[in-house]
């Protein structure tokens, strides 16, 4: 059971546009800065969002961040194929002291 | 560009110490803070902890009385290990770069670098 709560899977056709939401406390979405993260199979996660709505360096404008209260979203439009990948988000907690994940979102295109 | 790389044995025996280090190139491990995350194949991402380049630590609660990390700025790695390890710590290790940014209301934090992880198995 993760501490920020993500859905396990989101599908969509190519060249339309999903959301990926993240649910969390005050703890840790409430009170710090939510990241994000793509995971391709096989390989490591690579960061996508930092400071809730900031682009990584290299990532397309087509990925976006946003946060509210304890959730946080992460928008991705025009969908492509290489998009296909699993999403995880993150933040400190203040009460366990330790970063926390969400369990992870797998995006399929259609 | 810095690289990170992860190296230590892919299999341990269950009650024994699983050790691993994560060697930085292209940069300096000064002035930053290094992680270890782990993923067990198939499922979600968890903090171990990390480390400064000072040799300042922070373990997952849930792990800390199992877990050291150490660094050598001389060598420019840092390391891990797990002691009593059982199957449940069978899983992807990856090492990550802890960036600290100064932010609008406070210090902001996040993992701009991993290494390409390796799998550490236990069994008998």
């Known amino acids: 059971q993760s501490v920020l709560t993500q859905p396990p899977s989101v599908s969509e056709a190519p060249r339309q546009r999903v959301t990926i939401s993240c649910s969390g406390s005050r703890s840790n979405i409430g009170n710090n800065a939510v990241n994000w993260y793509q995971q391709v199979p096989g390989k490591a996660p690579k960061l996508l969002i930092y400071y809730d709505d900031l682009k990584s360096s290299g990532v397309s404008d087509r990925f976006s961040g946003s946060k509210s209260g304890t959730s946080a979203s992460l928008a991705i439009r025009g969908l492509r194929s290489e998009d296909e990948a699993d999403y995880y988000c993150s933040a400190w907690d203040d009460i366990l002291n330790t970063w926390v994940f969400g369990g992870g979102t797998k995006l399929t295109v259609l | 560009q810095v690289q990170l790389q992860e190296s230590g044995p892919g299999l341990v025996k269950p009650s024994e110490t699983l050790s691993l280090t994560c060697t930085v190139s292209?940069?300096?491990?000064?002035?930053?803070?290094w992680s270890w995350i782990r993923q067990p194949p198939g499922k979600g991402l968890e903090c171990i902890g990390y480390?400064?380049?000072?040799?300042?630590?922070n373990y997952n609660p849930s792990l800390r009385s199992r877990v050291t990390m150490s660094v050598d700025t001389s060598k420019n790695h840092f390391s891990l290990s797990v002691s009593s390890v059982t199957a449940a710590d069978t899983a992807f290790y990856y090492c990550a770069r802890q960036v600290r940014v100064a932010g609008t209301s406070g210090w902001f934090y996040y993992f701009d670098s991993w290494g390409q992880g390796t799998l550490v198995s236990v069994s008998s």
């Open positions: 292209g940069g300096s491990i000064r002035g930053y803070y």
């Open positions: 480390i400064s380049y000072t040799g300042s630590t």
